[in-house]
């Protein structure tokens, strides 16, 4: 049997979304790694500079002579996670885990911003499900705070005033912008030539908390005439009177990120430390940090390499931090892991697997070539995966009521259903049927145009796994609805056989099945039928505001979906989803997760669904098995 859980014709037309179709960074290879199966996850030119660096006996090697890798994914907890975070997460532990290296999880927590426990606890559980284990997994490295490592960030920082790399600056930040220069013009200080000395006792002052905020920053002592503006003299240091969540009271001047960076990564023993391509001009400045805490010292630190990719960009989503923020707090959405949030909660919630997520970030690949991603990209790692391992069952999501009109009242038949078309060793189960069953409304037309196979009056259609019925009369209210549609069935086409030719030798046909849910045995459920949370494929992109980008129509509630009662019990057909959260084809209308909201020991069971993803175009495909 055709089955339609497939969606591969979404998406660009341009091929964008085919497996394997996305270009090369830097025209290092990409391809699978030999010997493993076709669907492991593929190499990137990150493994190329890894294999190279085994070669150099870079940063040592194990026995087996494979170069060593640890690798750290260093989010700042002031947000949850979206799903540009699970590439950076997908690639750094994928490359750990390639190579028999290490992973860490970094809570870059160098500002004295308010903490919140509700951050670091959602990352921790998002990392994980996405399958980066960090504290058990076979390339596990282990959790840290870059908040530990400030007594030594500002010993170093002394180390570098005492070389004279380093000095106490009194400009406002207002100041050093309006001195920072142009192209042709080099960046003034008054202060750069001051004796060490003087930034030696300032330096110490402004920790012991002498200076108010804002008074005065350490900056390094690069070049002021850099044509890189990172490098002229950038802050290293500012005061700041506030308390960190984790130092308490400790500390009232802060690391800036590019000198905390640096030290966080080198204090963990990190390899590769993969940033996003924006930092791609702040990495003279990486290096030059390291190299001047190195000058001198009799036993280097370990000197990280900074290598930078293209971050996951992709249409209809909205990634900043700052927006997603905006949404919870505006109550645009229902909070942080709204189905319609691009977060990876968000995405969990409605049904995707970490799975498909791995798949799409593996099928987008790592690359220095910015680009926006198709989110049908996204959609179809979803259906691909799913259609896999998620049961089917039946449910009619806009139920309308057909009476059999010679079917005996009473009787009540079980009809064995295919568990999973994509998956034999599945089976089947049974699913009543009855007198009055319920079909979705848009199964069946009054005037149907030509090419529609299925209910309508006069015609004969093949309800999945049961019998043919034939339209022979409808029912409607004032307005002209339809409330019943009669029908009569053949007891030759049961479990939807054909039956035996008629008495003229013509063997009669249908075009069209559909599904369908025994009345009497129906559940109830609320089904929420997301779409796209955005009109346009670069929200914000055009006012600047995403506010005026939103679909209106990104949630529509169905209050009274009628499920076949299997749903009630888990199936021995179900997987055991690691995640807990049950996920189902319904059959013909889309892939359904069932929603934490849902309450199914209350009696009678509350059982809401979120729409994971839509089959699109199935009932064309599935509609004629004969
Ligand atoms: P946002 O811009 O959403 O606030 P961020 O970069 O500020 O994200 P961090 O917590 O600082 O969030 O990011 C942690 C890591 O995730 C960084 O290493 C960053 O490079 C990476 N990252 C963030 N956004 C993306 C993205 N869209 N694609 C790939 N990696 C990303
Ligand atoms: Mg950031």
Same mark, same amino acid.
């Given at each position: 049997?055709?089955?339609?859980?497939?969606?591969?014709?979404?998406?660009?037309?341009?091929?964008?979304?085919?497996?394997?179709?996305?270009?090369?960074?830097?025209?290092?290879?990409?391809?699978?790694?030999?010997?493993?199966?076709?669907?492991?996850?593929?190499?990137?030119?990150?493994?190329?500079?890894?294999?190279?660096?085994?070669?150099?006996?870079?940063?040592?090697?194990?026995?087996?002579?494979?170069?060593?890798?640890?690798?750290?994914?260093?989010?700042?907890?002031?947000?949850?996670?979206?799903?540009?975070?699970?590439?950076?997460?997908?690639?750094?532990?994928?490359?750990?885990?390639?190579?028999?290296?290490?992973?860490?999880?970094?809570?870059?927590?160098?500002?004295?911003?308010?903490?919140?426990?509700?951050?670091?606890?959602?990352?921790?559980?998002?990392?994980?499900?996405?399958?980066?284990?960090?504290?058990?997994?076979?390339?596990?490295?282990?959790?840290?705070?870059?908040?530990?490592?400030?007594?030594?960030?500002?010993?170093?920082?002394?180390?570098?005033?005492?070389?004279?790399?380093?000095?106490?600056?009194?400009?406002?930040?207002?100041?050093?912008?309006?001195?920072?220069?142009?192209?042709?013009?080099?960046?003034?200080?008054?202060?750069?030539?001051?004796?060490?000395?003087?930034?030696?006792?300032?330096?110490?002052?402004?920790?012991?908390?002498?200076?108010?905020?804002?008074?005065?920053?350490?900056?390094?002592?690069?070049?002021?005439?850099?044509?890189?503006?990172?490098?002229?003299?950038?802050?290293?240091?500012?005061?700041?009177?506030?308390?960190?969540?984790?130092?308490?009271?400790?500390?009232?001047?802060?690391?800036?990120?590019?000198?905390?960076?640096?030290?966080?990564?080198?204090?963990?023993?990190?390899?590769?430390?993969?940033?996003?391509?924006?930092?791609?001009?702040?990495?003279?400045?990486?290096?030059?940090?390291?190299?001047?805490?190195?000058?001198?010292?009799?036993?280097?630190?370990?000197?990280?390499?900074?290598?930078?990719?293209?971050?996951?960009?992709?249409?209809?989503?909205?990634?900043?931090?700052?927006?997603?923020?905006?949404?919870?707090?505006?109550?645009?959405?229902?909070?942080?892991?709204?189905?319609?949030?691009?977060?990876?909660?968000?995405?969990?919630?409605?049904?995707?697997?970490?799975?498909?997520?791995?798949?799409?970030?593996?099928?987008?690949?790592?690359?220095?070539?910015?680009?926006?991603?198709?989110?049908?990209?996204? /959609?179809?790692?979803?259906? *691909?995966? $799913?259609? &896999? @391992?998620?049961?089917?069952?039946? +449910?009619?999501?806009?139920? %309308?009521?057909?009476?059999?009109?010679?079917?005996?009242?009473?009787?009540?038949?079980?009809?064995?259903?295919?568990?999973?078309?994509?998956?034999?060793?599945?089976?089947?189960?049974?699913?009543?049927?009855?007198?009055?069953?319920?079909?979705?409304?848009?199964?069946?037309?009054?005037?149907?145009?030509?090419?529609?196979?299925?209910?309508?009056?006069?015609?004969?259609?093949?309800?999945?796994?049961?019998?043919?019925?034939?339209?022979?009369?409808?029912?409607?209210?004032?307005?002209?609805?339809?409330?019943?549609?009669?029908?009569?069935?053949?007891?030759?086409?049961?479990?939807?056989?054909?039956?035996?030719?008629?008495?003229?030798?013509?063997?009669?046909?249908?075009?069209?099945?559909?599904?369908?849910?025994?009345?009497?045995?129906?559940?109830?459920? /609320?089904?929420?039928?997301? *779409?796209? $949370?955005? &009109? @346009?494929?670069?929200?914000?992109? +055009?006012?600047?505001?995403? %506010?005026?980008?939103?679909?209106?129509?990104?949630?529509?509630?169905?209050?009274?979906?009628?499920?076949?009662?299997?749903?009630?019990?888990?199936?021995?057909?179900?997987?055991?989803?690691?995640?807990?959260?049950?996920?189902?084809?319904?059959?013909?209308?889309?892939?359904?997760?069932?929603?934490?909201?849902?309450?199914?020991?209350?009696?009678?069971?509350?059982?809401?669904?979120?729409?994971?993803?839509?089959?699109?175009?199935?009932?064309?495909?599935?509609?004629?098995?004969?």
């Amino acid at each position: 049997m055709a089955d339609a859980g497939h969606g591969k014709e979404h998406g660009k037309a341009d091929g964008s979304n085919l497996r394997h179709g996305h270009s090369h960074g830097h025209g290092h290879g990409h391809g699978h790694v030999p010997g493993q199966p076709a669907d492991a996850p593929t190499t990137t030119f990150l493994d190329d500079i890894v294999s190279r660096d085994g070669e150099l006996k870079r940063w040592g090697t194990h026995a087996d002579g494979t170069a060593k890798v640890h690798t750290r994914f260093p989010p700042e907890p002031n947000g949850y996670l979206h799903i540009g975070h699970s590439k950076s997460i997908c690639l750094n532990y994928g490359l750990a885990l390639r190579n028999k290296g290490k992973f860490n999880l970094r809570f870059d927590d160098t500002n004295p911003a308010k903490e919140e426990q509700e951050y670091v606890d959602a990352i921790k559980r998002d990392v994980k499900w996405l399958g980066a284990d960090f504290e058990n997994g076979p390339a596990a490295g282990g959790v840290f705070w870059a908040s530990d490592y400030f007594e030594k960030m500002y010993d170093y920082a002394m180390d570098l005033v005492n070389k004279g790399l380093a000095y106490v600056c009194e400009l406002s930040g207002e100041e050093v912008s309006k001195r920072r220069g142009t192209p042709s013009v080099p960046a003034t200080s008054p202060f750069r030539d001051r004796p060490i000395a003087e930034s030696q006792r300032l330096f110490k002052e402004m920790r012991e908390g002498k200076h108010p905020t804002g008074a005065m920053t350490l900056r390094a002592k690069i070049d002021l005439a850099s044509p890189n503006f990172n490098l002229r003299d950038p802050v290293m240091y500012r005061i700041l009177h506030e308390e960190h969540h984790n130092t308490g009271k400790a500390w009232c001047i802060y690391p800036m990120y590019d000198w905390a960076h640096g030290i966080e990564d080198s204090l963990e023993g990190i390899t590769h430390s993969i940033c996003t391509l924006e930092f791609e001009n702040h990495r003279p400045l990486y290096d030059w940090f390291i190299n001047s805490i190195n000058q001198s010292r009799a036993e280097k630190i370990h000197h990280s390499q900074q290598i930078e990719f293209a971050k996951l960009q992709i249409t209809y989503i909205l990634l900043s931090k700052r927006n997603l923020l905006k949404m919870v707090q505006s109550g645009t959405v229902r909070g942080w892991d709204d189905p319609r949030m691009p977060t990876i909660c968000g995405f969990r919630r409605r049904g995707y697997t970490s799975e498909s997520i791995r798949a799409f970030c593996d099928d987008v690949g790592v690359t220095r070539t910015e680009s926006l991603i198709d989110i049908g990209r996204l /959609e179809n790692a979803c259906r *691909d995966h $799913l259609n &896999k @391992v998620a049961p089917r069952r039946m +449910a009619v999501l806009d139920p %309308v009521k057909v009476v059999i009109e010679n079917y005996p009242e009473g009787q009540v038949e079980e009809f064995e259903a295919v568990n999973n078309p994509e998956d034999e060793s599945k089976g089947s189960r049974l699913v009543p049927f009855s007198r009055e069953i319920f079909i979705d409304r848009d199964d069946f037309m009054e005037n149907p145009p030509k090419k529609f196979f299925r209910l309508a009056p006069g015609t004969e259609v093949r309800l999945r796994a049961a019998y043919w019925i034939k339209c022979v009369g409808i029912e409607k209210d004032a307005n002209g609805n339809i409330t019943l549609i009669r029908c009569t069935y053949d007891a030759a086409t049961r479990g939807g056989e054909n039956p035996p030719p008629g008495p003229d030798g013509v063997q009669r046909k249908v075009k069209g099945t559909i599904h369908w849910v025994s009345a009497a045995h129906a559940v109830n459920a /609320e089904v929420r039928l997301f *779409d796209r $949370l955005f &009109k @346009v494929e670069e929200p914000s992109k +055009a006012t600047g505001n995403y %506010v005026d980008d939103l679909n209106p129509d990104a949630l529509k509630v169905v209050a009274n979906a009628k499920i076949e009662p299997s749903i009630l019990q888990i199936g021995k057909d179900e997987p055991a989803w690691a995640d807990g959260i049950r996920r189902f084809q319904f059959e013909r209308t889309g892939y359904f997760a069932l929603d934490a909201d849902s309450k199914p020991d209350a009696k009678p069971a509350a059982l809401v669904f979120n729409r994971t993803v839509s089959l699109k175009d199935t009932w064309a495909k599935i509609a004629d098995k004969a």
